[in-house]
């Protein structure tokens, strides 16, 4: 993991462990611009993009989500002395050109005034740093599927299946019209193969098939060599199933530091290296 040029600048948590789904694996929170309700700003190192510097989020603690802030820690530390002790908001584009949740934020206003190709610009600039951004991609998919974009939508609707839960979602109408493609002989995606099987309906209930689905399409994905879904999808899985009832994992056999050992372990077969940030305060790096 590529640490950040201005990291003196902050105080991280050197001693942050991954113990629970939430925040998820390559986040690590830091005290500056946090307000003590709970929320945090930190670092992250979005799956497949490990080797480079990280963006930093901030957590919503109450709401189990994770919003992508700022590009860099260059263009947070800019906004955290502009705003002295005041909440460091979510950058406008013209403070931080590259920040996703401004470009996602844009987005929306160009779809207001029925600008899609200006929409779909910014979204797939966003997902170009983030992809597993699940609100972007809902978005993106929709309008892909407007477009008659029906390759892309397909890929950005698997995409939105497998992406985590705290960078939004649900995925209900990416499922609902990734159902009425026809899936080709051959197709290798398991997401896709079975997406019929899926009801991304979770919680209140005794039994989800749901469940087996992903666990299955996350060993697919292990099979062919596909870590960065496989560690997407496992991401999301442990936050699904770590909304469910003590009961409800003990019968779906979830143990949540063994699943959380499980997923750095994958995560270090990715191309860029580990997700777990404790490596690299471990390697003497920071």
Known sequence: M???????????EKDWQHTTAYPPLGFAPFFEGALGNGDTFGLYWPIGREGAEPIVVETWHDEW????????????????????????????????????????????EQIAQRNPDEAIALLEAALAIVPEYTDALVLLHGQYVRAGRTDAAVKVAIQAIISPPSFGGPPFKALQWLR???????????????????????????????????????ESYLE??????AST??????????????????RYAFEPAAFIARQIAV?????????????????GMA
């Open 65 to 108: 989500r994770i919003q992508p802030h700022f590009s860099s820690l260059a263009a947070f530390l800019q906004a955290h002395a502009a705003a002295e002790d005041e909440y460091v908001a979510t950058p406008s584009l013209a403070d931080d050109p590259a920040s996703p949740r401004a470009a996602f934020l844009a987005a929306k």
């Open 180 to 218: 009425t493609q026809p899936v080709p002989d051959g197709e290798l995606d398991p997401i896709w193969r079975a997406c019929g099987q899926l009801s991304f309906n979770f919680g209140g209930s005794k039994e989800n098939t749901d469940y087996p689905v992903l666990l299955a399409a996350i």
């Open 233 to 250: 999808l496992m991401q999301t899985y442990a936050e699904l199933m770590s909304a469910e009832t003590v009961s409800f994992q003990e």
């Open 2 to 12: 590529q640490r950040p040029a201005n990291l003196a600048h902050i105080s991280v």
């Open 267 to 283: 995560s270090a077969r990715l191309p860029q290296g580990s997700r777990d940030p404790a490596a690299l305060w471990l390697s």
């Open 224 to 229: 062919h060599g596909n870590y960065r879904c």
